[in-house]
């Protein structure tokens, strides 16, 4: 009998990166290794150091390693790429493309040559064209490659939702479909607060707003931090992702998985709802969608097309 803890990357020490290990560590996922540039300078060993000290106050049982090289990380079940220059006020998502279409392709390489059976999540952005770039440099099986985007648009979606209605956010649910942010595609009809669905209690013109609202979120806290982007929902959704895999939960969540035949997308990442266990994105889920979710379903692929396109004369 070989019995383990799970071992758990993740690349990329910044606020994404030891965030998510923070929930990850809290959440007694595994032993975590928090890998960065040499240039940091003994920044992954203090964080990971600083979040081993914390394990006595909140009782988690789990070795955390900060590291500069890869051999560290071998062997990994699950690796994380948060690795990647974050946007300030004014830019885009896709203003990240070049400087992070290079750094994820580095990182992917070297995790292809040190876990070789691992599951990646790519957090780094723009996310659906930064998954597409680790798939084509790792090759590995393409349910074993996704990214976090989904797990987040939603968790803001269903805060806002539980404050619009002053109900617990246990009690609110919501999918999303499509691109990261800007693009994606919220499914009005399965938006439901304790199984009942939200519009029948909030109006049109005001869901449209807190859509609206969720489409921004990143952007909003972008604007107020000034210095960098959002971390604490992002890294608690790619550590709920990093759950869902080591536990084996078959979560039901929108992931930015490859979808080739599935909803007509022909070889692209984006947001779909899939079942994500130990075998990565095990199914994913194809629903039927309203004209209206349709048109923004394939403008989010039509984005992401564009994106691959433009990196692939970047890289
Ligand atoms: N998908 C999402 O929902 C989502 C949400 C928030 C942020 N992001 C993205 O995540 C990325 C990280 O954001 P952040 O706020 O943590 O930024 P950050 O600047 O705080 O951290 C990024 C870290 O990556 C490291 N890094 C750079 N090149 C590297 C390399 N080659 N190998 C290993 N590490 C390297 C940097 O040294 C830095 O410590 C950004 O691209 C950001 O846009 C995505």
């Not at 959440?27 to 979040?51: C, F, N, R, Y």
């Not at 390693?65 to 790429?81: K, L, P, R």
């Not at 992702?241 to 078959?250: F, G, L, T």
């Not at 035949?261 to 994500?276: A, D, F, M, N």
Request: charged fraction near 20%.
């Amino acid at each position: 009998m070989s019995l383990r803890r799970a071992k758990i990357s993740i690349i990329g020490a910044g606020n994404v990166g030891a965030t998510c290990a923070h929930w990850c560590a809290a959440a007694e996922l595994g032993d975590i290794v928090l890998l960065d540039i040499p240039q940091t300078d003994g920044m992954p060993q203090g964080k990971s150091l600083d979040l081993f000290q914390a394990s006595p106050i909140w009782k988690y049982d789990a070795k955390i390693t900060g590291s500069t090289d890869y051999a560290d990380t071998a062997n990994s079940d699950v690796v994380v790429i948060t690795a990647g220059i974050p946007r300030k006020p004014g830019m885009s998502r896709d203003d990240l493309l070049a400087t992070n279409a290079k750094i994820v392709g580095s990182v992917a390489a070297e995790i292809a040559e040190t876990s070789p059976d691992a599951i990646l999540i790519i957090v780094s952005n723009p996310l659906d064209a930064m998954v597409q770039r680790a798939l084509q440099v790792t090759g590995f099986p393409s349910n074993h490659v996704m990214g976090q985007a989904g797990v987040l648009d939603t968790a803001r979606y269903r805060a806002f939702l539980a404050m619009e209605l002053g109900v617990s956010v246990e009690d609110i649910q919501a999918m999303l479909l499509g691109g990261h942010g800007d693009t994606m595609v919220p499914l009005t009809s399965c938006a439901t607060v304790g199984g009942i669905p939200v519009t029948h209690f909030i109006k049109p013109e005001r869901l449209a707003q807190i859509v609206q609202r969720t489409r921004d979120g990143g952007a909003e806290i972008v604007k107020l931090l000034k210095t960098g982007s959002a971390y604490y929902a992002p890294a608690g959704a790619a550590a709920q992702m990093v759950e869902a895999i080591v536990r084996d939960k078959k979560r039901l969540v929108p992931v930015a998985a490859y979808c080739d035949q599935e909803y007509g997308v022909g070889g692209y990442y984006v947001g779909v709802p899939v079942i994500l266990g130990a075998n990565g994105v095990e199914k994913i889920l194809e629903i039927p969608l309203s004209d209206e979710e349709k048109a923004g379903f394939a403008k989010s692929v039509a984005a992401v097309k564009s994106l691959v396109a433009t990196m692939a004369t970047l890289v």
